[in-house]
C-alpha cells in the first residue's frame, strides 16, 4: 500500500506529516510505503491514500484514490483514527 502525503509547495509541512503518519502506522502495527510531494506532483503520481489538509487534497480528482483531510498535522490520534479503517 502506498500512502502520499500532499501539500501545497511538498516541503515542510508534509515532510512533518509524512513523519506523523509512519508514526500512527507504528502504533497500529500496519506497513505503507509513506512518501510526501507537491500537489501538481501527486496529480501526475499513483497511490492508494492522498492525504494532506482539506484545502489541498480537495484539490486532487476524486479518481485518484482514497483522499483523507487531515484537520491537525500533528495529532498522531487523528491520523491513526482516519488511517485505520482503511488498511
Known sequence: MKILVV???????????ELNVKKALEVLGKDAEVTHTDLASAKAEKADIY??????????AKDKGIIVSIVNMMSISEIKEKLEPLL
Not at 501539500?7 to 506529516?17: A, K, P, Q, T, Y
Open 7 to 17: 501539500c501545497g509547495s511538498g516541503l515542510g509541512s508534509s515532510f512533518i506529516l
Open 51 to 60: 492525504l494532506g489538509a482539506a484545502d489541498i487534497v480537495n484539490e486532487l
